[in-house]
Structures are given as C-alpha cells and as structure tokens.
C-alpha cells in the first residue's frame, strides 16, 4: 500500500483503540484521516480496491465533526466492533497493492521509450489482410532525465492491458484496474547518457499472451548496469498491441492453437517462432541505423559485437532460434524456454554462442514433459553451455513481474511459494551475471557450480 493509503487506515485506528474518555485531539483523528483521503485522490490516485475505506473514513469523520460540535464522543462498544470492519476495509487495498517495481542496483539512471516498427520485407500472417508486419518495442538505456522527464507507468495503455490481464486470469475486468497507477523508477524519454563506450545490447522476447513490459525490472536492472535493452511486443502473439494510432490488436489464439494433434500444434508453433525470430532481427536491423545515422536517436551509442538476446517461455523459444540461425547473437538466455516451436534443425545442432538457462521447479518438475525431452536433446549440442539452473519454490510466472501484483500472487497461480523479494535477488543476480560475463567479459562469480550463494537453486 501506498503512505496515504497506509495513513488513513492507522489514524482511524488510533482513534478507535483509544481508552475512553478521549482528549480532543485524539476525537479530531477520524476528520485528520477524511482529508487525508481527499488529498490522496489528488496525489497518490482513487482506486476501488480503497472504497470500503473510503467510506469508513467519511463516516467516521462527519460522525466525529457532529460529536465534537455535540461535545459528544464515538460510544466505546461501537469502536471496538468498528475495528474489525477497519480490518476488513483494509485488507482489500493490501492484497491487492498498487505494485512497485524495485530500484535498480546499478549505478545509472534509466530512461525508456516506445515506438512503432514495420518491416515491409515481412508479410502479416495473423491478421487476414495482405499487410506488412508491425510490431511495438520498448527500450530501455541509461539516460541523464531532466527535470520535466516523468517515471514512466509500468504499462502504457492499461486500460487496455489491465481488463486484458484481469480476463487471463479469469477476475472480472475491473480487477486490475489500478495498474494504472504502477510507476517505475525509468523516466520516460529522458535523454540517453553519454557512455565512456556503446552500450552492449540485450533484447527480450516476452512469452505468449505477455507482453513487452512484463518484465520491466529486469529491464531496468540491465540498463542501470550500462545495457540497452528493446523489448518487442510480438502482435497477435501478446495478449495485447496497442499502436500510436490507437489501433488495437489482440492475441489470436489461432496462431498457438488448442486441443489440436501434436504434429499440427508444432507446425503452427514453429510458424509463430520465426515470426518472431524475425521481429528481433528487424529490431537489429533498425537499431543498426539509428545506430550508424548521425539522425539516429541512438547516434554511435550501442554496440552492435556485443549483442545478447533472452525470452521466457515461448520468447524463449524465439530467442534460441533466433541465436541458432542468426550469428549477431553473441550470447543467449532462456527463462523456462518453450523448445516445441523451436525448429528440429537448431535443436539438432545446438547453439554456438555462450547458452544459460533457468527454469521454473514447476516446468522443471515434469521431467516427463515433451518440452524437457527436447530440452535435453538440444542442451546435449550446446557449444558454449553455463549450464542449467532449477530455483525451488519458483512456478512459471516467477520469471515475470506479475507476481508483484499481489501478496496472494501465489493463490492467483502466478507464483510458486518462495517470497517475490528473494526470487527477484535471484533471477536478477544471474541475468545481470551472464550478461556481464559473456559480452563484457567480468569473471563470474556465481557459475561455479557450488550455488553457496543462493542455496534454492539447484542444476537441472
């Protein structure tokens, strides 16, 4: 909960479990708490999760202004029974928080930005019309903000995204309303920083029915550390695309179908891939120009031989058929990595580039799983491997920032048991690791093998 939100609820029960009879001050408390309310409609934002205690707090703060003119008080009896409707008020506001997305380690600020990419090379082949494919990217890079540069939203557009979220996990469309007060510790097009050198360049493939901002800090965590990071929002793949236009695209579910044969369902799996695979090689091939333009929004500031690459689940997939069929890739990393679309071709031979994969205990669990089974034939052809981790505790989501929607994230099947907190230390340690070893060559200190550091994850 936010300090106002965490406020109006304590003065109310300050004034409730006070011994009677109460001084005057002590009597002001439940009007103190129905302005803190207003004021927290104009700075921190209404939201309706707060409703019961924005009732409770107008109740209590016209009842004590009539008592105090009355020189009367709130009877004993009633605030102690009041009390436990307090408890309850609030208990909804912090099951369901605003979510915060943690500060970065690093030592530089970030900036972040969106735009629109349309490879005309490509064809669109999930909307039914003979179109170029489009697709959204969000970056994010070191950056020297301004004073009139903003935190950026978690989620641009959540009204669109919220409702679409909301129904993935089967709440009602409201449900998530509130993302759209989520801020991140990114400004929004701050001005890049001048770097002693380029910035190596790590981009992000999110999983089906996600989207580009999904995992923001992890993104921020990369470019406070010196890295440019683009995130693509695959169309038709993401639960949602929503373009400068206003045009607004949704998942097809026809793309990854259901309940279909296995031969068919790879078939469509694969196709999917490269569509994407060839989203983040259009990306490159844009940021080469911005690049090498001296137009270019990113004028001689990144680093095109230091080049990473990572995805979950499906992305993940992408990101390893990208990096076997594409040598930009320098290296690559797979968080729960969907292997079904990648093609037999890559998974034969392997990849070349230095490889590390993290895995979920619940993926990891279902040894039997056609997924684990071609895992393991293609991590066998791995030139370059750092090998595979398990984090215990962990489910699918784990890899994402969803779980930070909710302290009941793991009722809501988006997370497995160990606490958000450690799981972020974790993913974030050996990410930002793995990037700094293999595209700009610090020694390692956590692929050894010995795992003292965090005693929850294990080799798969």
Avoid at 234 to 245: D, Q
Avoid at 366 to 381: A, G, I, M
């Amino acid at each position: 909960m936010r300090p106002l939100e965490i406020t109006i609820p304590l003065l109310l029960a300050f004034y409730l479990l006070w011994r009677h009879p109460r001084q005057l001050t002590v009597r002001l408390l439940p009007l103190l708490a129905l302005i803190l309310t207003l004021i927290h409609f104009f700075i921190e934002g209404y939201r309706w999760q707060m409703m019961p205690l924005y009732a409770l707090a107008s109740l209590l703060g016209i009842s004590s202004l009539i008592r105090i003119s009355n020189q009367a008080d709130w009877p004993a009896a009633a605030s102690y029974l009041t009390v436990i409707l307090l408890a309850v008020s609030t208990a909804l506001p912090a099951l369901l928080p605003v979510p915060k997305i943690p500060s970065p380690s690093g030592p530089l600020q970030v900036g972040t930005s969106s735009f629109q990419l349309t490879d005309e090379s490509r064809r669109e082949i999930y909307s039914g019309k003979d179109e170029a494919r489009s697709f959204m990217v969000q970056v994010w890079y070191p950056a020297n903000p301004r004073p009139e540069n903003k935190h950026a939203e978690w989620m641009s557009h959540s009204e669109i995204f919220s409702p679409a979220i909301s129904t993935f996990l089967k709440m009602p469309p409201f449900f998530l309303d509130h993302l759209a007060l989520a801020k991140t510790p990114a400004y929004l097009d701050a001005p890049m920083a001048d770097g002693n050198q380029p910035y190596p360049i790590i981009l992000f493939s999110h999983g089906w029915d996600g989207f580009n901002a999904q995992n923001s800090g992890q993104m921020i965590e990369l470019a406070s550390h010196g890295y440019f990071v683009a995130s693509i929002n695959h169309t038709y793949g993401a639960i949602a695309t929503v373009f400068p236009n206003g045009k607004i695209v949704l998942n097809n579910p026809d793309a990854l179908p259901e309940g279909v044969p296995d031969d068919e369902y790879e078939i469509a799996a694969r196709k999917l891939v490269d569509q994407w695979a060839g989203d983040l090689a259009y990306t490159l091939d844009i940021l080469g120009l911005q690049s090498s333009s001296i137009r270019g929004s990113f004028y001689s500031k990144l680093d095109f031989n230091r080049i990473g690459v990572y995805g979950h689940s499906t992305g993940g997939g992408a990101a390893i058929q990208f990096c076997g069929t594409d040598n930009r890739c320098q290296a690559v990393l797979g968080m729960d990595p969907f292997m079904r679309p990648v093609s037999a071709q890559v998974i034969e031979n392997g990849l070349p580039q230095p490889a590390f994969f993290m895995f979920s205990q619940g993926w990891a669990d279902d040894v039997d799983s056609r997924n684990n089974y071609l895992f393991n034939q293609f991590h066998s052809s791995v030139n370059d491997g750092f090998g595979a981790i398990v984090i215990n505790g962990t489910r699918h989501y784990d890899f994402s920032d969803l779980p930070l929607l909710s302290p009941i994230a793991p009722q809501l099947g988006l997370k497995g048991p160990l606490k958000g907190t450690r799981v972020v230390e974790i993913i974030n340690a050996y990410l930002l690791e793995f990037f700094e070893t293999t595209l700009k060559g610090n020694p390692s200190r956590l692929f050894d093998g010995k795992f003292a550091n965090f005693p929850e994850v294990k080799l798969k």
